[in-house]
């Protein structure tokens, strides 16, 4: 295939709460005696999660799987208040990968359902972030995704709390909040949405290019929220053609013109890469930075720790300390230098 240009859309791929989840993980392997058990899909992306099987790791979507006192991630989506405390009850490690914009949502549904509120939460049917954040205060809850749910939901008696998942397609999430402000004028939410740094960015990021492409290339899996969320932004924009690929194997062999691409934020980067070289752009890939990212989440406290540990006693053993989780040499607790697309390449034993 050979298309005109290629406009490749920046921010894209990893976000600061997918980075921590994967390196995490990452660590969790050579901190912990095999076989280390996450729970859920660590990030929606098969790549991902086929690399970390392929190590060793075991996914399992019930703690009840997990053997007592075996080391169990929690994943970056947000895990229902009753498996956190089943997890614990294990006996083993628990290292809860949760982005802290979703404990923070997490942090919301419990503050103002102790207050009293209902409780307008949108977001996607049976997706985990969805189901862990409304099993925070579940009689306080009302889930909602389309117009039709939002316009049908009985008035509450008291005060009302306007929510979301971090991963929502704005434009679609604004037209719920609308009609939200125009029943309940005084519903509380969140000085800022809850629609996280890495959705909006991307979205915005999409909608600088994809007026100038005859064709928008979205990398990320079906079961992605947010990926989903920019297959339909593109859409929205005008777009005439979208396509969500899993990865370059993917693409029609009919593509011409301008086409842009973009990457969720679960999708590795190695992915675009073999995207734009299928691609072959005869007037070469121009990248456009829509807005600057730097956000970093660091690791969660309970493997600091235990990091720090293993670092020490490769010390003391003489060792020589290197920042990579999966080099198999002692681990140098400056996670800041190393990223997942690191992380990952390296997985292998
Ligand atoms: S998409 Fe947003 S909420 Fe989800 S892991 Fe990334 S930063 Fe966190």
Redesign the pocket.
Known sequence: MEVDRVLLASPRG?????E??IKSLAWMTRVFEPPVYCYHEI?HNQVVVERFRQLGVVFVDDVDEVPEGAPLMLS??GSPPEVVEAARARGGAVVNAV????KKVHHEVKVRAAKGYTIVYVGHEGHQ?AIGTAAVAPDAVHRVERLEELEALPDPEGPVAFLAQ??LAVDEWQILLDSARARWPDLWMPGTSDL????TNRQTALKTIAGHCDAVVVIGSANSS?TRALERTAITAGCRRVLRVNGATELPDDLSGTVGVIAG??APEELVEAVVARLDARHGVEEIRAVDED?Y?PLPRELRDAVRHLAAAAAVAGLAPGGDPTAGGAPLPDDRELSAAVALAGLTR
């Open positions: 990893f976000c600061a709460g997918v921590m989840a990030v970056a989506h982005c802290p914009l979703v972030e971090t991963t996280c740094f890495a959705t947010n934020a679960s956000e989440f």
